[in-house]
C-alpha cells in the first residue's frame, strides 16, 4: 500500500470508495492522474471509473481550500450528476471537504450561492455548470483534475461549445476524458482540442 504513496486516512475507506489496490486498471488509472496525466479512457464502466477517479481525486485534495475548486467533474445528465454527487459526498464529508451538486433541474440561484460560498469538488452537467460558469458563479484557476464523463453522448447532445468554453480558461491540470466509444467526428475533433498529449486506456 505504501508504494502507492496513499493518505493514511484513505486506506480505511478504499474498499468502501470501490477502489481495489490489485486491479491492474485500477492502479494504472490512479497511478496515471496521480503522476499528472492526461487519459482517454474507453470502454469501461462508469460507475467503476467514477470509484478510481474519486480515488485518485480525494489523493490530490488533501485539504479544505480557500473556496476555489480543485476539481470539475462533468457527466452527461442530471440523473448521473446526483448519483455520482451522492456516492463522493459519502467521503467528502469524512475528510472535511465539500462537493457541491450543479444540474439542470435544480435552484440555480442556490447552487450559484453554493458555490459562491466555497467548495473543493463540483459535480455538474454541461450546460448548468456553464451558465454558471459565465455568471462569474466560480474560478477554476486552482482546478488540477478536470474529468469528462459520457464524452460521446455530450458531443451528441450539442454541448460541446459549453465544454470547450469552459476549458479554454482552465490552467495546466490533469484531464480525464471517458466514453464508450470514440469513433465519431465530433468526438475525434474535441479530442484534439481537450488532449493535446494523453495515454489512452482500454479493457
Given at each position: 500500500?505504501?508504494k502507492?504513496?496513499?493518505?493514511?486516512?484513505?486506506?480505511?475507506?478504499?474498499?468502501?470508495?470501490?477502489?481495489?489496490p490489485?486491479n491492474?486498471?485500477?492502479?494504472?488509472?490512479?497511478?496515471?492522474?496521480?503522476?499528472?496525466?492526461?487519459?482517454?479512457?474507453?470502454?469501461?464502466?462508469?460507475?467503476?471509473?467514477?470509484?478510481?477517479?474519486?480515488?485518485?481525486?480525494l489523493?490530490?485534495?488533501?485539504?479544505p481550500?480557500?473556496?476555489?475548486?480543485?476539481a470539475?467533474?462533468?457527466?452527461?445528465?442530471?440523473?448521473?450528476?446526483?448519483?455520482?454527487?451522492?456516492?463522493?459526498?459519502n467521503?467528502?464529508?469524512?475528510?472535511?471537504?465539500?462537493?457541491?451538486?450543479?444540474?439542470?433541474?435544480?435552484?440555480?440561484?442556490?447552487q450559484?450561492n453554493?458555490?459562491?460560498?466555497?467548495?473543493?469538488?463540483?459535480?455538474?452537467?454541461?450546460?448548468?455548470?456553464?451558465d454558471?460558469y459565465?455568471?462569474?458563479?466560480?474560478?477554476?484557476?486552482?482546478?488540477?483534475?478536470f474529468v469528462?464523463?459520457?464524452?460521446?453522448?455530450?458531443?451528441?447532445?450539442?454541448?460541446?461549445?459549453q465544454i470547450?468554453?469552459?476549458?479554454?480558461?482552465?490552467?495546466?491540470?490533469?484531464?480525464v476524458?471517458?466514453?464508450?466509444?470514440?469513433?465519431?467526428?465530433?468526438?475525434?475533433?474535441?479530442?484534439?482540442?481537450?488532449?493535446?498529449?494523453?495515454?489512452?486506456?482500454?479493457?
Amino acid at each position: 500500500m505504501s508504494k502507492l504513496k496513499i493518505r493514511e486516512e484513505l486506506i480505511p475507506i478504499l474498499g468502501d470508495l470501490g477502489f481495489d489496490p490489485e486491479n491492474e486498471m485500477h492502479l494504472r488509472i490512479y497511478k496515471a492522474i496521480r503522476g499528472g496525466k492526461n487519459l482517454l479512457i474507453e470502454d469501461q464502466d462508469e460507475q467503476e471509473m467514477f470509484s478510481v477517479i474519486s480515488t485518485a481525486l480525494l489523493q490530490l485534495i488533501p485539504e479544505p481550500g480557500e473556496g476555489s475548486p480543485r476539481a470539475i467533474i462533468i457527466v452527461k445528465d442530471d440523473e448521473t450528476a446526483r448519483n455520482f454527487h451522492a456516492r463522493l459526498e459519502n467521503f467528502t464529508r469524512k475528510l472535511d471537504l465539500t462537493v457541491d451538486l450543479v444540474v439542470e433541474k435544480g435552484n440555480m440561484l442556490q447552487q450559484r450561492n453554493d458555490l459562491f460560498d466555497g467548495t473543493e469538488i463540483i459535480i455538474g452537467t454541461p450546460q448548468r455548470l456553464f451558465d454558471l460558469y459565465i455568471q462569474n458563479g466560480f474560478n477554476i484557476g486552482k482546478v488540477n483534475l478536470f474529468v469528462l464523463f459520457g464524452a460521446l453522448e455530450i458531443m451528441r447532445a450539442g454541448k460541446k461549445m459549453q465544454i470547450s468554453r469552459i476549458t479554454e480558461s482552465l490552467p495546466n491540470c490533469r484531464r480525464v476524458l471517458l466514453s464508450y466509444s470514440f469513433s465519431d467526428s465530433r468526438i475525434e475533433e474535441f479530442i484534439e482540442e481537450f488532449l493535446p498529449v494523453y495515454e489512452t486506456i482500454e479493457d
